[in-house]
Structures are given as C-alpha cells and as structure tokens.
C-alpha cells in the first residue's frame, strides 16, 4: 500500500549509500547470447546510450542553494503580503483606541484565586448531589428498619417495573422522551434490574423491592428540586437488585461499566456489585493476593472455574486497590510478569487476566509452600518493593482459590500470619465430593470468608463476598464517605460523567440480613451480624457541569483547565473527549500519559495526588486539537484541591497570556447595529458558555437592545432566532466590541478591496476576535470554516489551528492547510495565512485576535512557478537553470509539520493539506536523516476502538505495526507506575521508534492479533489499539538557518518570517520511493498503567 501512493518518476533509480543504483534495467539471467544476439543486443545498448545521452543534455541542471534562497525569498515576501491585506497595523491601531478609551483593559490573573473561585463553584454543586444522597441513604435505612421481613413473600406481592420487558405485569407504562436522558423514560417511577444469575423470587431479593419502593418519593422530590443536576439516581442493593430513576426500558445508552445495548444477554448479566463504583463505596482500600492452586487434581472444569473466579475478583478492584497474583502446585511462583503487587488499573488487570489463559495443572499442591510464597510476597512489598505512596495501607487480603485440601498448614500461619493481620479468604470450586473443614478452618482462623463455586454465575457472586466482610468496619463504625468514582460514559452518551455514591448501612438489630450469608463464617459477634452495607446510592456528576465551573475567558486562548484524582489519574482535561471512547469503560490515563511529560511535570502531578495547593513554571511541549503540530510553550501552573473530593484542579495559563481581558463599557445598541452591519461579512461564534437556556419559543424583543443581541447571538451559534434567557455578562461585553472593532475594519479597511481578491488569489479575509467572535469577508468561504477542526456551522476558533498557533507563535506569518476527509474532487483548496493582532497595554503585548487570509492554493503553486522561473539562476543563464516550471522537478511548500501546503506535482489536489510523509516518505526521511527536521512521539492511550475499527485500522494502515510485551521488560517496583512509563514512552520509545522506522523502510512486518480487553462482563469484549501520534517540527538549528542542500537532487530552504519550507527536487533519481511515514500509527501494545 505504500507503494500506491507514489507518483512520478522517481522510481528509476534508488541511492544506496554512495552509489546510485538504477533499477529500470532487466537482470541478468545468467543465459549465453548467441552472436546475432550479441550484435543486437549491442547496438539495443548503443541506442539506450544515445537516449540517455540526449535527455541528459536536455535536463536542465539543478540550481544552487543561493539560487533557491533567492526564489525563497521573493515567494515569502508575496505571501506576507497577501496576508497583510488584513490591514494588521490598522487593526492593531483599531483595538488600541478601545485600550485609550478605557474600554478593553488587561486583568492581571491570580491563579490561586481562580483554583478558589472555581472549586467553591464545584463545592455548591457536590453539596447539591451529597444532600440528596443522604436523603436517600436515610430514606433507605428508615424504610428497611420499618420492614417487616416476609420469608413467604412472592412476586406477586410484590409490585414493580422491569427494566426488561420479560414480564407482561412488569412492563413499563407512560413513556416518553426525555430531554435530560435522552430515549424514553417514566418519571413518576422507578424501575428494577435483577441480573440474571440472581433467582428473582429469592426471598432476600424480593424483600429488597418491598422496602426499597419507599425510595420513589424521594428520587421524586430530588428531581423535582434540581432537575439539571440530578437527571438519574439509583439504589444498588447487596443483593444485586438494582433499582434505576427515572424508569426506563432496556435502551442503547450506558450506564457505568456496563453498556445498554441491544444485546439483551449483555443487559441481563450486568450486576452494579462488580462494579468500580459500587466496591469503591462499600469497602476501604486493600491490597489483594490471589493465589490459585494448579495441582494436577483441577485439571479440566475446575481449572476454568478458577480462572472465570479470578477474572470477576480482578474486577471487583478499584484504583485505589492493590493486586497480586500467584499460583502454586508443587512450587509456587507468580501467574504473570508483575511479580509484586501493583495498582488495580484497567491495564495492569488486562495483564493479569492474559496471562490466566497459560496455566496448566500439574503436580500434587504444597499449601505451605504457596501460602509461604503469598506472605512473601506482603513482607517483600512492605520492606523492598514497596515506594512512596504505593499500597493501599488498608487491608490486606490472601483469596485461595483451590479445590482441596487435606492437611491444616498450621505452621505457616503461625509464622507469617500470627497476629491475623492478613485475611485469608478460601473459595472452594467444583462439586462437594471433598471435606472442606481444612479449608473452612483456615478462612475462620484468619479473619476471612469461606466460599463455594460450581458454575460460572456462582463465580461472579462468590468474587463478592469478601467485599460483604471488608465492609462490616464501615458498618461498625458507621463511617460513610462520599466517594467519587472514575470517569464513565453518560447514559446520554455525549460526555463523560462522575458517580458520586454513598453507603445504605443496616442499623437493625432484630432483622434478618438482607445479604447472602450461605456457607459463611460467622466470624464477628452475632450481635452484630445485622450491621452490614445493605447498598449504595448513586447520582452523577457530568464532566460538561464541571466545564461550567472552569474560568475559561481568563484562562484566554492557550489555557486550559484539568482535574486529576487521587491516582493521578484524568477526571477532566482537553485532550480527553467523548468522541475518543468506543467503549463505556473508558481507560484509566494517568496525567503524564495525556501530556507531553518531563521532570518538572511529574513534580507537579505528585503535589497534586497529595492535594497540595502551588503554583510551577515549566517549559512543555502542546499540542494542537487536530494532533498534527507542537510548539514548545511556557507555562504557569497553578493547582489546589477540589473541596470535598480527592479530585485537584489545575489551570495551565501560556506565557504569552500576561492576564485576562477585561471589556466593558460597550452599549447594546452600537452591538447590535454591529451584528446587523452584513456588509461587513458574515459572523461566526465559537461555542462558549456565553448564555444557556436557550428559549424553545420566540421572544417578541421589540425594541429591547438585550434581547435583541441575544437573538443575535443565539443566530451566530446557529441555535435559531431565540434569545436566551441568562447569559455571562463579560463575555457579551467582549462580544460586542470584537463585532464592533471588527465591523468597522471590515467596512472601512476591506470593503475596497474585495474587487481585487480573486486575481490576488485571495478568497476571504477574517478577524477572529479574543472572545470567539469571528468575522470573515467574501461569500467565497475556505475549508477553513468547514473542516473537521472548525467547520462553519460551528466556528470554533478557540481550538482551531491557525488560531492558537498565531498566539504562540506571535511573531510568525503562520500558513495551514486544513483539509476534510469528504473532500470532492472539485472542492477548492486554500492555505490559511494568519498572524496576530498585537496591541501595548501596561507595558505588555496583548493578543486581541487573529487575523488573515484564505488563499488559493493553486495561485502559490502557480506563484512558486513564476518566481523561479523569472528569478531564474545567477550560476547559469536564466533558461539552462532547472526549475519550478520543470517536468523534471517536483517543489512544495511545507509547513514546520511537514503538511504540504502547496506543490507543482500533478496531483496537487490529491496532496495539498496532507502530510508529506504519506505521499513521498522517502523524501521525507531525507528531511529527517538531514535535520531539517525532527520528530516527536506520543501515545494515546485514550484510544478504545470496537472489533470492527479495529478490523478497519489493521487493514488500512500502511505503517509497520509493533506488539510491545512491555510488561515482560521491566521489573516491578518504580518501574510499573505509571511516572516511570511516561519517560519510558517519552524518552526510550521515542528513540528506538526513530530508529526503527529509519531502518524498517518497506519491510513487511507482521500484524499480531489485536491486544483483547476483558472487560467487567466477560461476555463484553472490545479491542484496545493504542495510537502512536507523531508529529514533526523544524529541528533547533534549522529554525533559524535559511537552507539546506545535500546533494544535487534536492534543497530545501527556510521562508523568512513565516512557519514554512520551500523545497525543490529532482523527480528523476536520487531518492528511493520505498517508503511512508505516517502521522499516526495503531499498534496493539500491552501496557502497564
């Protein structure tokens, strides 16, 4: 496939170190030619001579670097002009006025109080969501304290709505839409699942919908009190009823790990008790050793038991847990490559869970040896293994797995366990043809639980219940928590979310338990068997109500807000997006994962895991939205916890942002006659939080300026004509001096201009305002405003390239090419020109906007032509000089990205705005191999695809793909966290990636099976392709020279002033077309994070 793209004639002949090899000759065969051959195939190679004699003495000769510089030159000189018809030094004078007028003034950012002002917002939202779960959490031990336990009871005493329609009688009545969930819902009811391993007319479980109905009013009157905040709530029982507000249908939405799709099977099976959130809630932290006995004895069905029983326990665990595995026969020694214990993480559990699939029974079991090997284990993480803020300081927890046993390992106890400071939970799998009282024994003595497992529903409940003893302190001691979970898809599907849950605790003393307690220890007082976790309350927290709280106009262009919890892991940031995640289980990235990382950055998210308050200057690299460059950038941090949670926040604000920007002063009228002045262009709105609640009916505004500006606004975000009804003061004073400033450039400065873009190759010109106003001029609109990054329904300037790179670059003509994928053959291609508006206030350059041109792409290609051609070359005469206009040279102009941003090849419509890696990679890697320029790499792993995208991406990509065992590299210890992976993946693999794609060329290398995702559901399985992102910059000392030329068949040289290269070379020989080097790679990598 890499072959397909290549074009030209550069394919007959190929360099080989030093020597040029063509490869348009036959081989020889090795065969005598007769003598009649032998003269005709003299005088074929005489003719062949004479051929090449003549195109050679036709072939102009390639120019000299000074002679490139000079073409250079002139083009750069042409482009800052056409750009420059923006008018910069008159809009500069224009928003200066506004400084002089005391209209637009700069606020110096206190980023300390910015973390203050932001977390206190988010504190009244959290106290919103803890009230009303503490309303249902007493609601729910009032309603079971009142309930008369019925052994009797039968479904039919019981009345309630099924979330499946298997019932007739439990059908749901009166749907309809919602807007706050989305689908079909009955907001007068609750609704109920039972998984389906769960016998439904079990008296326990019905005795939980019998008390747990009480819950409906109270779901009711939260709803009713905070409609936006609280659009579900939900009660899980220990049981594994699970009771959902509003009512709702089996529906293709999400909820928490667990997806609602239109496999029935894969609803009936979810149970909230495996879930993160719900463990998270019941039990405190532990540090978890799983020990399978793989003795030739469980050889067969109860093997396969054994691993499905570790698969749900693996699952069971949260962030905050700590796991280890090992398994023993005659010796004993780890299942997988993670030989200690390390963080519960999705990754660090996919591990585990592979590795299950290689073991084999063998051998007679030695408990001594494999309980030795398990308190090891703890001792050495305690003493060696173990650094600073590892483990979970909690419980710690040994789960025998086995099948038998026959002798009481006393001895080993006594020696490692004497105080019980380990529990030791025993889960017995197959048939009851054994004596398990040495089993039993060894549970009760140890402070554990003893459980049975004959089938694969029998696993899932058993991996629980050591979460029913790990919560009786929590129950005792009546310490409940509000506890915040990781991120999960909304049950809309349209952003991330937080589940803020909390305990239900059974207070009676004269009830029976509302948990299962077959085979159980009683290992507490009887007293005190009642006092148990009967479930947890739920309600959720969306990532687009924190983005609320985020102060986002100060941060200005360039900044940007996070939030990490307590693992370091994203809660919140930019480059973490709902459209990423293909799955409801989103992974678990840490911060240096989603960044670019180095040492300072790793100091400062440990400050952050230890909820410190500060504030750090770090030079870092960003990335833009579309992924395709990097600038090196310094910025200031400041970071402080969220009150309440174990979640920090932390606000990057750029260097070149001295402080917010500060309007006011501006009337709605003169706003208003701006927005209707539509001789000035057409007007485009980034999509803020500038207003919200959006009416669904017209205004009658009349003769209302604020309702009428609003009416304008709401039609800038293409909303409709209704105004909305609350809106961000500030920012509409901003919005109508950009539409003000900008409607009076427009007017005065462009409109006598206009006649003359097309034969300047000008499309449009356009402002883009500090408040996310844009204006743009001419009816010819660019791909700017209709691409992917910011289409013109939806002009989102704040993210858009050729907006946030001018900011940075401040000094630069910045020139883009954004292209769509739906491109028709006949669409226009054009080069965004961009620059910044700079403007003195107190003594700083204040970035007011952006402004520019859209030029036409094939009016540069014609330029680069022309200008070679009459500037010709000083060496020789001006028509012996090869040059732009010639078959034999190929020329483009790349950005510092390596994006062709024009060329004179053929198939200028198929390359201009791609990556010149994908079309000529041989070409390319000299760039590379010359340190024109350098690359960077990154990995998303933030990049869960189904089986099918996965299908997708092995088949369509060209680059070489690598399977990375790397958890087989590294020794535990420092290594595994997720700190030590960041310079791993920043630093190693970037170096031995460069070198090896340097060297792979065209090699085939084989596509492993996609990397498997056991999810919480072992029925539910995605694929996870990691994404290695790589972008390209001009190398350090190349920024700043002006050309480069390293042999005869190509140069390349530097435009002054601008982000650009011009490059020229011999299309005939001299370069191998081997290759391609692609921007973003999938590669199926197990990791450890």
């Not at 051959?37 to 051929?51: D, I, K, N, P, S």
């Not at 038991?305 to 700590?322: I, S, V």
């Not at 700043?1040 to 190509?1050: A, L, Q, Y």
Request: hydrophobic letters at 35%.
């Amino acid at each position: 496939m890499a072959g397909n793209q290549n074009s030209g004639k550069r394919d007959k002949c190929c360099q080989t170190g030093s020597s040029v090899v063509c490869t348009n000759y036959a081989p020889y065969t090795g065969q005598k030619m007769a003598p009649c051959g032998r003269l005709a195939g003299w005088a074929l190679l005489a003719l062949t001579a004479a051929v090449i004699l003549s195109e050679a003495a036709a072939k102009r000769p390639f120019p000299q670097l000074r002679d490139v510089r000079e073409w250079a030159r002139v083009l750069a000189t042409d482009l800052k002009a056409m750009v420059d018809t923006a008018k910069f030094d008159e809009l500069s004078t224009a928003y200066a006025n506004e400084v002089q007028a005391g209209r637009l003034s700069l606020q110096t950012i206190n980023g300390t109080q910015l973390i203050e002002t932001s977390t206190n917002k988010m504190a009244s939202s959290i106290a919103v969501r803890t009230k009303a779960l503490k309303s249902l959490s007493e609601a729910a031990e009032a309603a079971v304290a009142n309930h008369n336990y019925n052994q009797s009871i039968k479904v039919a005493d019981v009345p309630y709505y099924s979330a499946m329609d298997g019932i007739p009688e439990h059908r749901l009545p009166g749907l309809a839409d919602d807007k706050w969930l989305g689908g079909q819902t009955n907001r007068t009811n609750s609704s109920i699942h039972i998984p389906v391993n769960i016998y439904e007319q079990d008296a326990h479980v019905l005795n939980v919908i019998a008390w747990s109905s009480h819950l409906d009013s109270v779901f009711i009157d939260n709803w009713q009190q905070n409609q936006e905040t609280l659009p579900w709530q939900a009660f899980a029982s220990q049981t594994g009823v699970f009771r959902m507000y509003p009512a709702r249908p089996m529906q293709p939405h999400r909820f928490g790990s667990m997806s609602f799709t239109a496999d029935r099977r894969q609803f009936a099976s979810y149970d909230p008790r495996i879930s993160q959130w719900y463990q998270q809630t019941i039990s405190s932290p532990k540090d978890m050793l799983i020990l399978l006995d793989t003795s030739g004895s469980v050889e067969g069905r109860s093997l396969s038991l054994m691993k499905h029983t570790t698969w749900f326990l693996l699952d069971r665990l949260t962030e905050d847990d700590y796991v280890a595995t090992g398994y023993f026969n005659a010796y004993a020694q780890a299942v997988s490559c993670l030989s200690s214990f390390v963080q519960a993480t999705t990754h660090n559990k996919e591990v585990i869970h592979k590795s299950l699939d290689n073991l084999e029974a063998a051998d007679q079991a030695n408990y001594y040896a494999g309980l030795e090997y398990a308190f090891k284990i703890f001792n050495n993480f305690e003493m060696e293994d173990r650094f600073e803020n590892q483990g979970a300081e909690c419980n710690k927890v040994i789960v025998l797995v086995t099948e038998n046993a026959e002798l009481y390992p006393e001895a080993v106890f006594r020696k490692y366990n004497p105080d019980r400071n380990i529990r030791v939970f025993v889960i017995v799998v197959g048939e009851p043809i054994h004596d398990w009282s040495v089993l039993q024994k060894m549970a009760c003595d140890n402070r554990g639980y003893f459980s049975t497992v004959r089938s694969d529903g029998a696993a899932r409940e058993a991996s629980g219940d050591f979460g029913q003893v790990l919560s009786r302190p929590v129950a005792l001691e009546n310490s409940k928590e509000v506890t915040f979970s990781k991120i999960f898809m909304s049950e809309k599907g349209d952003d991330f979310e937080v589940y803020v849950s909390y305990p239900v605790i059974n207070t009676t003393m004269d009830n029976p338990p509302y948990i299962a307690n077959d085979g159980s220890c009683k290992l507490d007082d009887s007293a005190c068997a009642n006092q148990a976790v009967l479930g947890v309350v739920s309600v959720p927290w969306p990532v687009k109500e924190m983005r609320k709280s985020l102060p986002l106009r100060e941060l200005g262009h360039g900044g940007y807000a996070f939030i990490i919890n307590n693992n370091g892991f994203v809660v919140l940031h930019p480059h973490l997006t709902p459209e990423d995640a293909f799955y409801s289980k989103p992974p678990t990235i840490d911060l240096l994962d989603i960044e670019f990382t180095n040492p300072d950055k790793e100091a400062m998210r440990n400050k952050m895991v230890k909820l410190e308050t500060g504030r750090d200057v770090i030079n870092t690299l960003h990335k833009t939205h579309d992924h395709n460059y990097i600038d090196e950038v310094q910025m200031t941090y400041h970071y402080g916890p969220v009150k309440g949670t174990g979640f920090s926040m932390g606000l990057g604000i750029p260097q070149y942002h001295p402080g917010s920007l500060d309007v006011s002063g501006v009337s709605y009228q003169e706003g208003f006659r701006a927005f209707e002045s539509n001789s000035a262009g057409k007007l485009v709105l980034t999509p803020l939080f500038y207003c919200s609640n959006y009416s669904s009916s017209p205004h009658n505004c009349q003769d209302n300026l604020r309702c009428k500006v609003r009416e304008k606004i709401a039609d800038a975000h293409h909303l409709g004509q209704n105004a909305p009804e609350h809106c961000d003061e500030k920012m509409i004073q901003h919005v109508m001096l950009d539409a003000v400033v900008t409607a009076s450039h427009a007017t005065n400065q462009w409109q006598s201009l206009a006649p003359q873009f097309q034969s300047q190759g000008i499309d449009s010109l356009f402002i883009s305002g500090a408040s996310g106003l844009t204006r743009v001029l001419h009816d010819g609109l660019t791909r700017i405003f209709r691409d992917r990054e910011t289409p013109f329904h939806h002009g989102d300037s704040f993210t858009a390239t050729y907006f946030t790179r001018s900011l940075s670059n401040k000094d630069v003509y910045m020139f883009h090419t954004p292209r769509e994928e739906d491109m028709e053959p006949s669409d226009p291609l054009n080069i965004v020109g961009a620059k910044a508006v700079k403007v003195p206030v107190q003594g700083q350059d204040v970035l007011p906007a952006v402004a520019g041109a859209n030029i036409n792409a094939d009016k540069v290609s014609d330029k680069m032509k022309d200008i070679s051609e009459i500037k010709g070359c000083r060496t020789y005469t001006p028509t012996s000089c090869m040059t732009c206009a010639d078959m034999d040279a190929e020329c483009f102009l790349l950005d510092d990205g390596g994006f062709v941003i024009a060329t004179t090849r053929d198939d200028s419509q198929d390359v201009i705005g791609t990556f010149l890696g994908d079309r000529d990679g041989s070409l390319m890697m000299s760039l590379l191999q010359h340190e024109v320029y350098e690359r960077v790499e990154s990995y998303d792993f933030a990049h869960p695809v189904n089986d099918d995208a996965c299908a997708l991406l092995q088949k369509d990509s060209a680059a070489p793909r690598l399977y990375v065992p790397i958890a087989e590299m590294l020794r535990l210890g420092w290594w595994t966290t997720s700190v030590a992976w960041g310079y791993l993946r920043y630093y190693v693999y970037g170096s031995l990636m460069s070198a090896w794609l340097s060297v792979a060329g065209a090699q085939n290398v084989p596509t492993p099976t996609p990397t498997t995702i056991y999810t919480e559901d072992p029925d539910e399985l995605r694929h996870h392709c990691v994404a290695q992102q790589t972008q390209y910059r001009f190398f350090g000392d190349f920024a700043t020279n002006d050309g480069f030329r390293p042999w005869s068949e190509f140069a390349a040289v530097r435009l002054p002033d601008t982000n650009l290269l011009f490059v020229i070379a011999d299309e005939n020989c001299g370069l191998c077309n081997t290759t391609r080097l692609a921007q973003s790679q999938f590669f199926d990598i197990l990791l450890m994070i």
